[in-house]
T-cell receptor, first 109, second 113 residues
Framework: GQNIDQPTEMTATEGAIVQINCTYQ??????LFWYQQHAGEAPTFLSY????GLEEKGRFSSFLSRSKGYSYLLLKELQMKDSASYLC??????????FGTGTRLKVLA | DTAVSQTPKYLVTQMGNDKSIKCEQN?????MYWYKQDSKKFLKIMFS???????INETVPNRFSPKSPDKAHLNLHINSLELGDSAVYFC????????????FGPGTRLLVL
């Protein structure tokens, strides 16, 4: 089967670091995406991992372990505007996106 | 300039009606998609077209019929609307039919009464 799991909600404080985990089981796995979605808006691309390891992009980093079926998104120096849902998405051999249910992150002052 | 646009943004209608949602992208992408996001925010793919050809058709009731007149447009027609169709429908596009970043439209909020 194909499944993406991530925590439903997380809370963190402004200026802190937060790690959002994602585990996946997809047949013919190609790569893993992270998208950010603010309330009432469309998802926007954050990162893409196809190889094992850490990809850093400013305050955001994403990690992938293909052997463990595991990824995480790391957000540093949290800002209030980072309050949003973070969607993990795996892609299968037929190029079908399988999205997780999203992790709703609340950043508190 | 809007990259992926959808109309209408809001759609409120009665059960049993037929409605259409339009999507256009000006990114020159070959592949377009329709997603449904339910009240629990779960985003699920419905259809995917590559160069006007249907490549992904998930388990969607046949009341939903996509149409792609050209590769910049992918419209979604829904017949005999039901209460359970209430959701946000997102159109998206990507450069090619492979591992690519998707660009999402603003969404159409459909409410069936």
């Amino acid at each position: 089967g194909q499944n993406i799991d991530q925590p439903t909600e997380m809370t963190a404080t402004e200026g802190a670091i937060v790690q959002i985990n994602c585990t996946y089981q997809t047949s013919g796995f190609n790569g893993l995406f992270w998208y950010q979605q603010h309330a009432g808006e469309a998802p926007t691309f954050l990162s893409y991992n196809v190889l094992d390891g850490l990809e850093e992009k400013g305050r955001f980093s994403s990690f992938l372990s293909r052997s463990k079926g595991y990824s995480y998104l790391l957000l540093k120096e949290l800002q209030m505007k980072d309050s949003a849902s973070y969607l993990c998405a795996g892609t299968s051999g037929t190029y079908k996106y399988i999205f997780g249910t999203g992790t709703r992150l609340k950043v508190l002052a | 300039d809007t990259a992926v646009s959808q109309t209408p943004k809001y759609l409120v209608t009665q059960m049993g009606n037929d409605k259409s949602i339009k999507c256009e992208q000006n990114l020159g992408h070959d592949t377009m998609y329709w997603y449904k996001q339910d009240s629990k925010k779960f985003l699920k793919i419905m259809f995917s077209y590559n160069n006007k050809e249907l490549i992904i058709n998930e388990t969607v009731p046949n009341r939903f019929s996509p149409k792609s007149p050209d590769k910049a447009h992918l419209n979604l027609h829904i017949n005999s609307l039901e209460l359970g169709d209430s959701a946000v429908y997102f159109c998206a596009s990507s450069f090619r039919y492979r591992e690519e970043t998707q660009y999402f439209g603003p969404g159409t909020r459909l409410l069936v009464l």
